[in-house]
C-alpha cells in the first residue's frame, strides 16, 4: 500500500535561506543551530520523525517544515517559542537576504510542492 504524500505545503525554502545567510553571516548558526537543536529535542519528546513524511521532492527529505508542523500541532510550548523567538529570527534571517533569494526560495518551494 503506497503512503500518502504529506499534506505539508511550504511557502519558501528554509534550508536554502538558512545556507544562504550562513555564507555570509557566520554567526547567524550561534542564532539558528541551538533553536534547530532545541526543536529536534521536543521533536523527539513528542515521538516526531519528520524523515517518516513522504515527500514530493527527494530534496525536502527530512526538512524542518515536517518537524515543524508536527510540533505546532502537538506542543503548547513549541507554539509559545514559535511565536515569539520564530518570527523574529525568520525577520533577522530575511533581513540578511536580498529580494531577489527570497524571491528564488519562495519559487524553489512551489516547485519542489508540485514535484510527485
Not at 9 to 23: D, F, G, M, Q, T
Not at 83 to 88: E, H, L, S
Not at 97 to 112: D, G, H, I, M, T
Request: proline share 3%; hydrophobic share 40%; charged share 30%.
Amino acid at each position: 500500500m503506497a503512503q500518502e504524500v504529506s499534506p505539508i505545503v511550504c511557502k519558501n525554502c528554509a534550508e536554502r535561506l538558512a545556507r544562504w545567510v550562513y555564507e555570509k553571516h557566520w554567526w547567524f548558526r550561534l542564532i539558528r543551530e541551538p533553536l534547530l537543536w532545541g526543536m529536534r529535542t521536543l521533536a523527539w519528546w513528542h515521538k516526531i520523525d519528520a524523515r517518516s513524511h513522504v515527500v514530493r521532492n527527494p530534496e525536502c527529505h527530512g526538512c524542518i517544515r515536517f518537524m515543524k508542523a508536527e510540533l505546532e500541532e502537538k506542543s503548547a510550548f513549541f507554539r509559545f517559542l514559535n511565536g515569539t523567538i520564530g518570527k523574529k529570527v525568520s525577520k533577522l534571517r530575511d533581513s540578511m537576504l536580498s529580494q531577489q533569494k527570497l524571491a528564488e526560495a519562495k519559487r524553489y518551494a512551489r516547485q519542489a510542492m508540485a514535484k510527485k
